[in-house]
């Protein structure tokens, strides 16, 4: 008989190479990007805090993507087990070649590193996502990080990207900028 309760590892054991999917930065930081924990949720919520313009969900929401999730989401450690990167996403139901990205986050210390991109990849050539050959998300006008982002994906994956309008300010409550869905493929997943 299994136990249904696997052993606790804490953060800064899991960022450690051996549990990492991938280690990337630089040589005197190296980054170790793995699926998150439970233990992660809350240092999710403080990168995505200190990421404007990035919006802001629960403590609890994140608890929950490193949970129910995570699978389809990751997240980048320092050695010592501190978060610097997030991407959270899922898998649509009635279109499961297409991985919907939420959010992705890169704290301060770890701009510059291409661990945006680096994220998003990790996820996509998970063996479960194998399956996948488009990606979504939506993103403002304005977010400049965002839209270089997902163009220097479309032009790595050498795969078309389509944009939008989504959502506009009015169904956001008049509040919020208008949401563009932008859309990559179909891409060949070899090519990531």
């Known amino acids: 008989m299994t136990n249904p309760n696997p052993a606790f590892t804490p953060s800064a054991d899991l960022a450690r190479p051996t549990v990492a999917d991938a280690v990337v930065g630089k040589p005197d ?16 919520y403080e990168l995505v805090k200190a990421c404007p313009p990035l919006d802001v969900n ?14 389809s989401c990751a997240v980048a ?9 997030f991407v959270s996403g899922y898998v649509k139901a009635a279109a499961p070649d297409i991985y919907f990205l939420w959010q992705v986050a890169v704290g301060e210390k770890a701009r510059g590193t291409g661990l945006a991109r680096r994220l998003v990849e990790a ?8 399956s996948l050959n488009h990606l979504e998300t939506t993103i403002t006008p304005d977010n400049q990080a965002s839209w270089g982002l997902f163009k220097r994906l479309a032009d790595r ?3 078309p990207l389509i944009s939008r309008e989504y959502f506009s300010t009015d169904q956001l409550g008049g509040e919020h900028d208008p949401e563009n869905l932008v859309r990559i493929g179909p891409f060949d997943p070899q090519r990531i």
């Open 77 to 85: 450690t320092t050695e010592d087990g501190e978060i610097v990167g």
């Open 29 to 44: 930081m190296p980054l170790f990007i793995r699926k998150p924990t439970t233990e992660d949720g809350w240092g999710i």
């Open 157 to 159: 994956w050498q795969a």
């Open 58 to 71: 629960s403590g609890y929401a994140y608890l929950l993507l490193a949970t129910q999730f995570r699978d």
């Open 123 to 130: 996820v996509l050539t998970r063996p479960e996502l194998a």
